[in-house]
């Protein structure tokens, strides 16, 4: 019954391995996002994707690569791991019509490099 | 460009204490504001919201009026509760595709 589902909750991993976190929605939703949280709790949006299509990029390194294979699934691979890169991913989708729609997010996966 | 500011935490209460968080915003436009809440451990949900000047959006005894005069969008409990005790997210957007989030504020409720 998971609405927006992340996998892993939680990753240690080296500097400078690459790494995949897995996203999936089953609300039918047409537009999947992927968040960054900091360690002050900061959230930041960082890429949003409609009907498999990037339609939004923040200023993100490009070590960062979303990958959409139908419009269920957003995963985002991450590429040369930095120790500034640790942080929670949050994963959300959105219905993408209408106005004053709302976001459902997902537990988040806490990433660590060490 | 739009922007949310809340008020800086933590903020540590008793039980059956009254609650306000502030938050006020910039934007153009007029977008909808959002209450999200993230428990201990667990992703954000969507606490309550209000999509025009003067709705209040209600959950769980949570309250918050849109304010344009004022630009805020303040949270209100009448009596917390230990369960409430999580971290609260101000956002802002014309609909999901852009949210804007403040900083998030800390409440922890104490027995």
């Known amino acids: 019954d998971t609405a927006v589902s992340q996998t892993p909750k939680y990753l240690v991993t080296q500097m400078g391995n690459d790494k995949s976190i897995k996203c999936e929605q089953n609300?039918?939703?047409?537009?999947m996002y992927w968040y960054k949280q900091d360690s002050k709790k900061f959230l930041k949006i960082m890429f949003s994707?409609?009907?498999?299509?990037?339609?939004i990029n923040e200023t993100v390194p490009n070590r960062f690569s979303p990958k959409s294979p139908d419009k269920a699934h957003l995963n985002l691979h991450i590429n040369s791991l930095e120790l500034g890169d640790s942080a929670v991913y949050f994963c959300?989708?959105?219905?993408?019509?209408?106005?004053?729609?709302?976001?459902?997010f997902g537990q988040g996966t806490r990433l660590t490099v060490v | 460009g739009n922007s949310v500011t809340q008020m800086e935490g933590p903020v540590t209460l008793s039980e059956e204490a009254f609650l306000t968080i502030n938050c006020t915003y910039t934007?153009?436009?007029?977008?909808?504001l959002f209450w999200y809440v993230q428990y201990p451990g667990e992703g954000l949900q969507l606490l309550l919201k209000a999509t025009k000047a003067d709705d209040k959006g209600s959950n769980k005894g949570f309250e918050a009026t849109y304010r344009k005069e004022t630009t805020s969008f303040h949270l209100e409990k009448g009596s917390v509760q230990v369960s409430d005790s999580a971290v609260y997210f101000c956002?802002?957007?014309?609909?999901?595709?852009?949210?804007?989030f403040g900083q998030g504020t800390r409440l922890t409720i104490n027995p």
């Open positions: 994707y409609n009907n498999k299509e990037l339609i």
């Open positions: 609300l039918g939703h047409d537009t």
């Open positions: 934007a153009t436009g007029y977008p909808s």
């Open positions: 959300a989708s959105s219905p993408s019509r209408g106005q004053n729609t709302e976001a459902f």
């Open positions: 956002a802002l957007g014309r609909n999901a595709q852009k949210l804007v």
